[in-house]
């Protein structure tokens, strides 16, 4: 067994050095952004009531804010937290509404720029903290996951076997991790997918440490041990591979696929509203330009349509499925686009309760647990409600830290607090689905 991080054989947990210079000043590096958004705000709203729910929606609109919760400016309403990404162009504009409408605000963020640039580290201190090995408590471009993975598929070939799923809209591989012992011909799997929304880097993060903790604790892990024993788990640590590059390259807040439109000059669908269970319905756009845009049609996105065709094939044998998003800290099962009770509810909420309370263990981080559509807000075309629809009996979604003082820019000091706590949330529910959940 080769081991990751600090092995006892260093030698075969690091990268090899050709990796590392692959690293070095990758173009358009997240700090940079040509200086794109400073002076931008992120502002905090509640809206008391109706009427300032009605006419922040208007406003937002004259000023086509970006908005991080919720994520339609439909879903914002009496009382729900609404934080907005504004262009340094036009937060004099908002900031004077709000003061003439009497409407309660705190800005979270005075110049995003600055907050962007305070929350990552430099090329030069990336490529210094590498030199021991693969660093998981830095965010990783997709060449530099995608380099990690066809690693670890050479040196811990005993556990990780890598493969391919298709091509996304740009062409690149779609690639997925099987993890686990390989003992049987039958086994129960679990499917986990991160960075279904480029901007949400502590996704991609969270799946790479997970295998990082899987491969580390083996041996000397009994929980472990019984997971990669009895499971096989199958980890997408990157599902919307050309939002998540454009995301370093080019827009640091970019959610969206990267797919053209034959009428529109907004490119992209919601890859989170795009698939075929209730379609394009409560919570989805059908306007391109919109950040929900639920494509087309259902599974238009080569990366949606992928997935779905791996999981209709394996859904015999694939018995949970987990989501990893941000941001908010909650646990959410079905439905996301009802309100309605699943049938197998006592055994998820029951997983879901355990799970939230073991991740609290750690750091004390409270997270709230629930059905989506009443714990986060309703949304149609998900790929949770999708899977659970489709046969796979427990599917959950994560939205992991914070609550809105970094939003979707955790920084990196925060990467192993958020993954070390919620391992212990994944490992909870996994267990509890081996015991109990058969």
């Known amino acids: ?18 990796l590392l210079f692959l690293k070095i000043l990758h173009p358009g590096h997240s700090h940079l952004y040509s200086s794109r958004y400073a002076g931008d ?15 922040l929606k208007k406003i937002y ?19 729900t937290v609404t934080d907005v990404h504004i262009p340094h162009n036009g937060s004099r504009a908002l900031l004077a509404f709000l003061q003439e409408t009497n409407i309660h605000y705190k800005i979270l963020m005075e110049d995003l720029q600055k907050v962007l640039e305070k929350g990552s580290s430099l090329p030069s201190q990336r490529s210094r903290r590498s030199v021991s090995g693969y660093n998981y408590e830095v ?37 997925v991790l099987k993890l686990g012992r390989r003992s049987r011909a039958y ?12 901007r949400e880097w502590i996704g991609p993060a969270f799946c790479q440490w997970f295998v990082k903790e899987a491969l580390l604790t083996y041996r000397s892990d009994p929980t472990m041990r019984k997971m990669l024993n009895h499971l096989y788990f199958y980890i997408m640590p990157v599902f919307n591979v050309d939002g998540y ?10 959610r969206k696929t990267r797919s053209r439109n034959s009428r529109f000059r907004c490119r992209g669908a919601d890859a989170n509203r795009n698939w075929r269970v209730k379609w394009c319905d409560e919570g989805a756009s059908m306007h391109p330009c919109d950040d929900t845009y639920c494509g087309p049609f259902p599974e238009s996105e080569p990366e949606v349509k992928a997935v779905a065709n791996f999981l209709r094939k394996h859904k015999k044998h694939i018995r949970a499925y987990l989501s990893f998003h941000a941001y908010a800290q909650m646990l959410l099962y079905p439905y996301s686009y009802k309100y309605a009770t699943i049938p197998n509810f006592s055994c998820v909420e029951s997983a879901a309760y355990k799970a939230v309370n073991a991740l609290q263990s750690v750091y004390g981080i409270q997270y709230r647990y629930g059905p989506a559509s009443s714990t986060l807000y309703v949304s149609s075309g998900s790929s949770m409600d999708w899977a659970y629809k489709n046969g796979i009996p427990y599917t959950f979604a994560f939205e992991l830290r914070d609550t809105g003082h970094f939003g979707f820019l955790l920084p ?25 959940c058969p």
């Open 412 to 436: 990196e000091m925060l990467i192993k607090p958020t993954c070390t706590e919620t391992m212990l949330a994944v490992k909870n529910i996994t267990m509890h689905l081996l015991r109990k």
């Open 245 to 254: 590059h454009f995301s370093w390259t080019n827009d640091r807040f970019w």
């Open 1 to 18: 067994m080769k081991f990751l991080g600090k092995p006892r054989s260093q030698r075969a947990a690091f990268l090899p050095l050709c």
């Open 61 to 79: 609109q004259q000023l086509k804010v970006d908005l991080w919760q919720p994520s339609s400016i439909s879903q914002v309403s009496e009382g």
């Open 139 to 175: 965010y990783h471009s997709l060449e530099e996951i995608q380099n990690w993975m066809h690693h670890l598929n050479k040196t811990h070939s005993d556990l990780i076997h890598m493969f391919s799923i298709g091509k996304s809209y740009e062409g690149r591989s779609l690639f």
């Open 41 to 55: 705000k992120v502002i905090r709203l509640i809206p008391n009531t109706e009427e300032e729910a009605y006419a």
């Open 187 to 198: 086994k129960r799997a679990v499917w986990i997918d991160c960075g279904i929304h480029a």
